[in-house]
């Protein structure tokens, strides 16, 4: 539990980045801080179950892509990921939207080094 607990608060870290430098990323709260917050750690947590429900299907399905890009296809699912993050965020009425694939793969390359980053920061030992 503790491992899903610092890996969610990680990738919520690194969508708040994202969303800082992207411009075609948003996350907004009005309320403040607080309600960013919240906001940003739901979204990890759908960005976590897409990630551990859709994504291996995706890779698996793509998998000769992976052989004849030599694995860039992973950029791009990551950028899928991140956009289908963004549409279940708006179901959800949360204050999170990607703008474009463009932003999603710029984003999903940012999110990516932040959170393997702040993982070997953050060992889990």
Known sequence: MK???????INAAAI???AWIVTGITLSGQDGWGQQTLTVIAVALIFGVVNWLIKPVVKLFSL?????TLGLITFVIN???LLLTSWASDK???????DGFWPALLGALIISLVSWGLSLALDND
Do not use: N, Q
């Open 92 to 98: 959800l009425d949360l204050d999170f939207h990607v």
């Open 16 to 18: 708040w980045v994202a």
């Open 3 to 9: 491992s899903f607990t610092i890996k969610t608060l």
């Open 64 to 68: 000769p892509l992976f052989v004849l």
């Open 79 to 81: 950028a899928l990921m």
